[in-house]
Each structure stands twice: as C-alpha cells, then as structure tokens.
C-alpha cells in the first residue's frame, strides 16, 4: 500500500501545471451514514474550468499508463536488488560446488575401484605363494618314494626350486596331469570299503559363529557314541578363541545346530589348548593349555577320563601348522582307531603320527614322515592314512600329501580341497559320515569325501 500512495506521489510531481494546482487544494473531513470518517482531497484542475464529460479520460489514461510503467519499473528495481545479485552469487557458488562434488565422487570410485585391484592382487599372489610353496613341498616321485626329508635331497637344478614364470606354469601343468590320470579310476566309482582318498566335494554350510569366540573352532559328530545318553547325531561344538576355553556345546542334531541353542553346555575340567580336539566312543579328547597333556573327557560321566602326556611333542608354537595358533598336536580318529599328529625335536619339525590307546592315551606305535608340519594348514586322517590340507587361506588348494602307516611310505598327491570361508582353522574326519568337518573362519561346514583302491593295491 505505501508503494501505491508513493507511486501517486511521484505521479503527481510529474503533472504539469502541480505546482499551480496545489494552491487549489482542499482536505475535508466527515462522517458518512455508517459512522465511519472519510477524507476527501480536492485538486481544481489548472487547465479546465469545467469537467467536460469525456476531456478527462485521455488525461486520466495518461496517468494510468504512466502508473503502470513507474510500478514495473520500481518492481524490477526492488526485485533487481533484493534477489539479483545474491541469486546470481549463489548460481556460481552452487555451481563451483557441483563440480567439486562431481569430481569428489570420482575421486571416491577410482579410490574404491584402485583398492579393489589391490585386494585383488593380493589375493592373487596369497594363492600363488601357496601354491608354489605347495609345489615347493611335493616330493619327487620317481626317485623318492620314502625315506627322509625329500626336499633337502633335491639337486640345485630341481624346477620346483627355481620358480621362474615357466618353470611355475609347468609344475601347475604337471599337477593338472596327475589329477586327471589318478582322480577317479573307473573301478572307484561305486567304492565303499576303506581305500585312498580321491576328491573332497564342496563345503556344505550348517551354521556360521556369531561372536568373535567363533572365529576359530571345533566341532564334530561321535562316530561311534557310547551309552545312551547321546548319538552319532549328537553335534558337539567348542569355540576355540579365548584365554579359557572349557566350554563344550551339545546339541541334539544338525537341525538344532543350525537354527538354535545347544541343549547341554559341559564344562571341562581343564582348558583347551586349540582346535585339535576329536570325538570318539564317548569322550572328547583334547590337549590340555599350555603343555603336551592329552585329556580324555568322559561325555557320559562329565569328567576327566584319563590324562597323560604324548612323549617329546612339542607344545605352544614349536609345531603348529602354518596358521599357528598354537595348533602343535591335532588329534583325529578314524576307522583304525585314535591318533595323535605333532612333532617334536627329534623330528626336527616332521609330521609325526602317533596311534594312541583310546582309553589311557599310551602311544602303541608311531611313525616319522618327511612333511614339514609348519608347512601345511591341517591334517586328518582316513583308513590309517594322513592326509595334509596344503593352504587354509587359499579358496582354491589341495590335499596335498598322504602318508600310510602301514607301509611307512609318504608320497605327494593334488586332491582339490577348497576353503571357501578363507580361515580353515580345523579339518577333521568322521569314519560314521565319511565326511570331513572343518571349522572356516565363523564356519562350521562338512565335506563329503570319496575313498577308492589305493594305486599301491592296499585298501
Ligand atoms: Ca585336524
């Protein structure tokens, strides 16, 4: 409204003759019928002594136009100062901001993208590293079918030794040969006695850990439970991370492994040391913290069955696999009976397979074998035969080494073992199941396994 009364006002002063007018000029004052006050501003025209009827419309069309153009003309003026400038300011910084966030993001992706190569890359040479290390161990056949250490007898000239681009393409294409002419023999395919292994299928999933305690572990079925108490479908479980590891799961079967809560928790009498505790004919046995005990814990009584030491094993990170963790003696059981697999400093390090009696853990026989245990991820053992799982990183590795005690021979093999969680901090072997458990990185998988005559003959 004062932007009204002020454009009148401007209009007025250019009016010719206004200056005139104004000595004409009257303000009066009254009531109308309703009460309310009106003012009345009488101007007495400087050129017409009469109003003409129609004279004045030109006039009045003049004003009007002149009106409109003045109010145009301040609206753009208001408008041109309040927002003009800031606006075109804020296009600029607006847009400075754009493309400092365009090349931000891109920055970001090429980040993203560039830190994926690397991860990728090193990957990549992880698995390399292994493999070559993993060809690195294999002994050689044609010359060396037993004895000691093979790799320590190999001339300077040994292609494995000189890992080179072709030399390296060449062993893989060697193994490649050996897979597809002793995988599966025709007379293996419907094999079911207790033979040699011949592949390992892919790890089935039953339940991942949920807290960082489950990043490494140890589970497994009894196959062969005693008493009534508990069955070969009973799945006992022990998360090994942990300064005081002394809990043992039980659940009733895969299904409540699976999807709940164990229905049992024992407590053990003395702490675990590791994840090479095994199952069998009732008892978890496990190796006790911190020393080269051997504990057999009774299921069925909850209490310490026997305990005894294994003879010069090494204990606490002076044998463990070549994860570490403290892995220096794995014990498994099989269809010949229960086992020890460490070493000790006489071995210099070697694998050493000890039988053990189930019930006092006294060791009946033992054999030296010409792998380094620091070499391997794991072993278990199958019909008297050690197996030794090369990587526990690689997703793509192998078993890469069998020894048999009842020949006393040791020889390399390349049967595909996948680890497909990254972490396999535990293979076992169930004789019930014919499968193998494993423990990868919060996992807790099996992998069917496939036996066959042995090319020795033996089964
Ligand atoms: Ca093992």
Redesign the pocket.
């Known amino acids: 409204m004062w932007l009204q009364v002020s454009l009148l006002c401007l209009s007025c002063l250019t009016l010719p003759g206004q200056s005139q007018g104004q000595d004409r000029a009257s303000l009066r004052r009254s009531n109308d019928h309703a009460g309310l006050c009106h003012y009345t501003f009488t101007v007495a025209s400087p050129e017409e002594s009469a109003c003409s009827g129609t004279g004045m419309k030109p006039e009045m069309d003049g004003v009007s136009s002149r009106l409109t153009v003045l109010e145009a003309l301040v609206s753009r003026l208001i408008a041109g100062a309040d927002a003009g400038p800031r606006a075109s300011g804020e296009d600029g910084i607006q847009g400075a901001y754009s493309q400092v966030t365009r090349e931000r993001n891109q920055l970001e992706q090429d980040k993203e993208r560039l830190n994926g190569q690397v991860q990728e890359l090193q990957r990549r040479l992880a698995e390399l590293s292994q493999e070559a290390e993993s060809l690195r161990q294999r002994p050689c056949q044609q010359t060396h079918s037993s004895g000691g250490p093979q790799r320590d007898n190999r001339p300077a000239s040994d292609p494995a030794l000189n890992l080179g681009n072709g030399a390296y393409q060449e062993m893989k294409a060697e193994v490649k040969e050996v897979l597809a002419s002793v995988l599966i023999p025709e007379e293996n395919h419907n094999f079911t006695g207790c033979g040699e292994l011949q592949s390992v299928g892919d790890p089935v999933l039953h339940r991942k850990a949920d807290s960082i305690t489950g990043k490494y572990g140890v589970w497994l079925q009894d196959p062969e439970p005693q008493g009534a108490q508990y069955s070969n479908e009973t799945v006992w479980r022990i998360d090994a991370v942990g300064k005081d590891v002394r809990q043992l799961f039980a659940y009733e079967d895969m299904d409540q492994l699976s999807q709940g809560f164990p229905m049992k928790v024992l407590v053990l009498p003395e702490p675990m040391e590791s994840t090479?505790g095994t199952m069998y004919r009732g008892s978890l046995y496990y190796q006790r913290k911190r020393s080269r005990t051997l504990i057999r814990y009774d299921l069925t009584s909850e209490s310490l069955a026997s305990r005894r030491e294994l003879p010069h094993a090494g204990f606490h990170g002076q044998h463990p696999y070549s994860w570490g963790g403290y892995t220096d003696i794995?014990l498994?059981a099989d269809e010949q009976g229960l086992w020890a697999?460490y070493s000790t400093s006489k071995a210099k390090g070697a694998i050493v397979i000890s039988q053990l009696d189930p019930e006092s853990l006294e060791v009946r026989k033992s054999w030296e074998t010409n792998i380094r245990k620091n070499t391997v991820a794991?072993?278990?053992m199958v019909c008297g035969r050690l197996y030794t799982v090369a990587s526990y990183t690689a997703a793509n590795s192998t078993v890469n080494y069998v020894f048999d005690t009842a020949t006393g021979a040791g020889r390399a093999v390349a049967v595909p073992f996948k680890n497909k969680y990254r972490y396999n901090s535990?293979?076992?072997y169930n004789h019930a199941q014919r499968k193998l458990f494993a423990w990868d990185n919060f996992h807790m998988v099996t992998y069917d396994i496939r036996l066959g005559r042995a090319n020795n003959g033996r089964s």
Do not use: L, P
Request: proline share 0%.
């Open positions: 090479g794995d498994a697999i794991n072993a278990f535990m293979v076992d």
